[in-house]
């Protein structure tokens, strides 16, 4: 029975997944877009997220620093980490969750292992658009108009035919 066994093992001892998961999560960071196997993308999801949500943490120097530390002793890497603090977290700020994107690629041609592309979804340019969170929530939200919207704009289109030609009627009665 799989009682209790919710952690996906990826085959791999303890310290071994460990590092494996340090390695993924400092590459992501690094690069914001990572291809490896399905199960490893999935995996590195769940690893990741909650130390991208640490750093969204404003509310003192200490809360700060000892999230830095909390977040170091997961990555074990001064460059992630900075990374992570200085230029994803800013981009993060506004976004509740979901902070990366698993992407299928298919099938490997040696193994037939499930790829994946697991990225960071506020580094997408194509999916974006170059939008950042705070510029799409400043815009005002433009409203939808429902079906009818054509009978008015040929109404309008109409009204201003006829006023063209009661101008050119009268421009003529000048003349």
Do not use: W
């Not at 340090?22 to 914001?32: A, R, S, V």
């Not at 977290?89 to 592309?117: C, F, H, Q, S, W």
């Amino acid at each position: 029975m799989r009682h209790g066994n919710k952690r996906k093992n990826l085959s791999r001892t303890a310290s071994h997944r460990r590092s494996l998961l340090m390695n993924l999560g400092c590459q992501l960071i690094t690069h914001k877009r990572i291809t490896t196997t399905l199960a490893k993308a999935k995996a590195l999801r769940t690893y990741i997220e909650p130390l991208i949500t640490k750093t969204k943490a404003t509310e003192s120097k200490e809360v700060i620093m000892h999230n830095h530390r909390i977040v170091f002793s997961y990555l074990n890497d001064k460059l992630a980490v900075k990374e992570l603090f200085t230029v994803v977290a800013p981009k993060v700020a506004g976004r509740p969750g979901g902070y990366t994107r698993i992407i299928k690629l298919g099938a490997r041609t040696g193994d037939n292992a499930e790829l994946a592309m697991i990225e960071l979804v506020d580094f997408n340019e194509i999916y974006g658009k170059g939008i950042s969170t705070e510029t799409a929530a400043a815009e005002p939200v433009k409203k939808t108009r429902r079906a009818g919207g054509k009978k008015k704009a040929a109404d309008e289109t109409v009204s201003e035919e006829t006023s063209t030609e009661a101008t050119a009627e009268e421009s003529t009665e000048e003349a």
